[in-house]
């Protein structure tokens, strides 16, 4: 069965400051990995995809990913935090049936 | 394009009444996915279709929960009776269904429900 990790519940950054958002996986044969953002009271959006190829992925907003085979992480990266961006970030991993499984999310909050 | 159509936004009810969302996908997606966002929580699938069939629905709690799509298009979502662990956000889902690889979901803005 597929399962997705995000150790850190809550995380503070100051604006401007860089972030990075951890992902662990679990799947037995090459995943397809995503990141999604979710703003008070939206559905979730897309940040980046990962299907295969190129482990360093470039998403919307800035952000990118990098997929680690041999950690079976997919951290989420960006090098210069914004106010808008906080938001709660959840990694997802998905199967050729395209079922999804989310991880539990990480809530982000930008200090001034 | 118009994204995923979704109905109420917000819905309060009391335990043990019945509750029904609705979910319009975008046009041509063949597959449509509902799931449950419990506060705090990343989205559970709790029912997957494929055109007016159930693909995968082994999370779906039947003794209370059911859903159906039956021209292939809308698909709608009961709860019967609800109980006060219910209360959550119900996303709708769709993608389009390619018969290869995995095929980008597209969300809907969901359905707050609050069982009191």
């Known amino acids: 069965a597929q399962s997705v990790t995000q150790p850190d519940i809550h995380i503070t950054v100051s604006e401007g400051a860089s972030l990075e958002l951890r992902c662990n996986y679990s799947?037995?044969?090459?995943?397809?990995l995503f990141w999604y953002v979710q703003s008070p009271g939206q559905g979730l959006q897309l940040l980046l995809k990962?299907?295969?190829?190129?482990?360093l992925v470039q998403g919307i907003k800035g952000f990118e990913a990098e997929f680690k085979r041999s950690q079976s992480s997919f951290n989420l990266r960006k090098p210069s935090v914004h106010w808008s961006d906080a938001a709660e970030y959840f990694c997802?991993?998905?199967?050729?049936?395209?079922?999804?499984?989310f991880g539990g999310g990480t809530r982000l909050m930008v200090k001034p | 394009e118009a994204g995923v159509a979704q109905s109420p936004r917000y819905k309060i009810i009391e335990k043990r009444q019945s509750v029904a969302f609705w979910c319009n996908p975008i046009?041509?997606?063949?597959?449509l996915y509902w799931y449950q966002q419990i506060l705090g929580q990343g989205p559970k699938l709790l029912i997957q279709?494929?055109?007016?069939?159930?693909?995968?629905d082994s999370q779906l709690p039947k003794d209370r929960f059911s859903a159906e799509r039956l021209k292939g298009v809308d698909s709608t979502l009961k709860i019967q009776p609800a109980k006060l662990e219910d209360s959550a956000v119900y996303l709708c889902?769709?993608?389009?269904?390619?018969?290869?690889?995995?095929?980008?979901?597209?969300f809907g803005p969901g359905t707050r429900l609050t069982v009191l």
């Open positions: 046009s041509g997606h063949a597959t």
């Open positions: 997802a991993v998905g199967n050729a049936g395209n079922m999804l499984t």
């Open positions: 279709f494929q055109n007016n069939g159930v693909v995968d």
């Open positions: 990962y299907f295969s190829g190129d482990t």
């Open positions: 889902a769709s993608s389009l269904s390619t018969g290869g690889g995995y095929n980008e979901q597209f």
């Open positions: 799947y037995g044969a090459t995943p397809y």
